[in-house]
């Protein structure tokens, strides 16, 4: 062999002295020069399908092999698209981002609102891969739980679950992956605790000069911080 070491002929002679024998266009396990890793190669359209099964153990990286060969035949008979590495590392937060980017270009007038109720989910999930919150009810049940202890407002939470659905679900759709349901918790908008005109009136004089006409206007018109704070 010449010095060429690290090319496909050595990659196919490595293949061959793999003893596992397979049925003719199942596809393979074989090793990377330079890797520990078994790889799988899967015959795909008109293509072959190469990539790592994160397995050093043989008997292990078959089963990975078996699995990614099944997902090969239900895109093949249209149960499903195959998802690749690409789409496997798409995060929650690259597609909270591209929701954020999309309300932007369409100048959605909530977008403040929105943004917030982004960040928390953003904090429980951003770090996921989108695909593993297929099959995580659970995981959001928690998330759910959490700040219902912490007393947030339960239009708070579903608000923000509204938006982490309007963020994966044209993904899992597009790949014809099962959208997680995800349940609303019963909102209860009654607000208590008004303050009459005449405790406004005593508690302004109190306040820091930048907040007295804020605190008016919100007496008057009856919005919510935020809403007013997005005004210009």
Request: with cysteine.
């Amino acid at each position: 062999m010449t010095s060429e070491t690290i090319t496909s002929d050595v990659v196919q002679v490595i293949e061959a002295r793999t003893p596992w024998r397979r049925k003719r266009g199942e596809g393979g396990l074989y090793r990377r020069p330079g890797t520990a890793y078994w790889w799988m190669r899967i015959p795909y359209r008109s293509g072959m399908l190469r990539e790592s099964t994160g397995e050093t153990d043989k008997k292990k990286a078959r089963e990975r092999l078996k699995e990614r060969r099944d997902q090969v035949a239900a895109a093949r008979g249209g149960y499903t698209t195959l998802v690749g590495p690409e789409q496997k590392s798409k995060t929650v937060k690259a597609l909270l981002d591209a929701l954020v980017q999309d309300f932007e270009l369409r100048k959605v007038r909530s977008l403040k609102s929105i943004k917030s109720y982004i960040k928390s989910v953003e904090k429980a999930f951003g770090h996921w891969k989108a695909v593993e919150l297929v099959g995580a009810e659970d995981a959001i049940t928690r998330y759910i739980a959490g700040r219902v202890k912490a007393r947030h407002a339960p239009a708070s939470i579903n608000h923000s679950l509204q938006v982490l659905l309007q963020a994966i679900r044209p993904f899992l759709t597009k790949h014809r992956l099962p959208v997680p349901e995800i349940r609303r918790l019963p909102e209860d908008n009654v607000r208590e605790g008004f303050y009459s005109r005449a405790d406004v009136e005593k508690l302004i004089p109190a306040l820091p000069e930048d907040l007295r006409d804020f605190t008016r206007w919100g007496f008057l018109c009856g919005w919510r911080k935020a809403e007013i704070a997005s005004l210009r």
